[in-house]
Every structure is written in structure tokens, then in C-alpha cells.
């Protein structure tokens, strides 16, 4: 077996890992839309540190102040977050509610609508799973 170095692999065809720690994404700035807003008109600040070639994967970190809105994914976009700053608390067209703080993680998966509160400035990091076709 031939030892080989991270550099000889990253000459190669291998994608690179991106690590989160060493990006300097630039922010990006929003709010809720409008007709989506309950509670506040809160700012989101988006870090998207990686999207996959085919653009169906995106993953970074995202920060939110206090408030509330509606949500409605398709039915071809999942979420994965892990929550390392404040709460948040998600709640279905049911009621029912999930809390998350720093520490952990929930799923938004397809087809879910609801409403997404921010509790106290929340950040976290995610993966987004949107297919195509």
C-alpha cells in the first residue's frame, strides 16, 4: 500500500471537506416574508458554507432574532438543524409543538406546514435536502 498525503488527495479528483470553522462566507440578510409573518419582523442571517454540484444540498450556519412565521416546505425539501445558540420552537397546523435549544436537533421534513418561532436569538446549523424533479 502507497501512503499518501491530504495534499496528494486534494489534487486528485476528490471534492475537498469544508470546514465550517475555517470559512469566510459572506452573510446573507432577509426577513420573513410579509404574508408569512405572526409575531415580529425578525432579521435571518444566512452562512451557506456548501452546495453540492447538482444543487439539491445546501448546509451552513443561520441566525435569527425573536419572532414568528409561517412555513410550508414542499414536498421535496427536507431540514436537519442542530441548535448551538437560544430556542426555537416549531409548531404544526395541529398545535403541536417541539422545542429546541442549544444541544439539539430536529427535522423539518417534506411537506411540513406550520409556524417557526424564535424564542430568543437562535443560531444553528443545517442541511437542506431539496430534490429535483
Not at 462566507?25 to 456548501?50: C, E, I, K, M
Not at 430536529?106 to 406546514?113: E, M, Y
Request: glycine share 8%.
Amino acid at each position: 500500500m502507497t501512503p499518501f498525503s491530504t495534499a496528494t488527495l486534494r489534487n486528485a479528483t476528490m471534492p475537498a471537506i469544508t470546514d465550517f470553522h475555517a470559512m469566510t462566507t459572506p452573510a446573507a440578510y432577509d426577513h420573513p416574508r410579509p404574508d408569512r409573518l405572526v409575531s415580529g419582523n425578525p432579521q435571518r442571517t444566512t452562512w451557506n458554507h456548501f452546495t453540492n454540484a447538482s444543487g439539491e444540498v445546501d448546509a451552513g450556519v443561520w441566525a435569527c432574532e425573536v419572532g414568528s412565521w409561517r412555513i410550508a416546505f414542499p414536498d421535496n425539501k427536507d431540514e436537519f438543524f442542530f441548535v448551538t445558540e437560544g430556542r426555537c420552537r416549531l409548531i404544526d397546523e395541529q398545535g403541536d409543538a417541539v422545542d429546541a435549544g442549544p444541544g439539539q436537533a430536529l427535522v423539518i421534513p417534506a411537506g411540513f406546514q406550520g409556524v417557526f418561532e424564535v424564542l430568543e436569538p437562535v443560531k444553528k446549523h443545517y442541511v437542506i435536502v431539496q430534490r429535483k424533479g
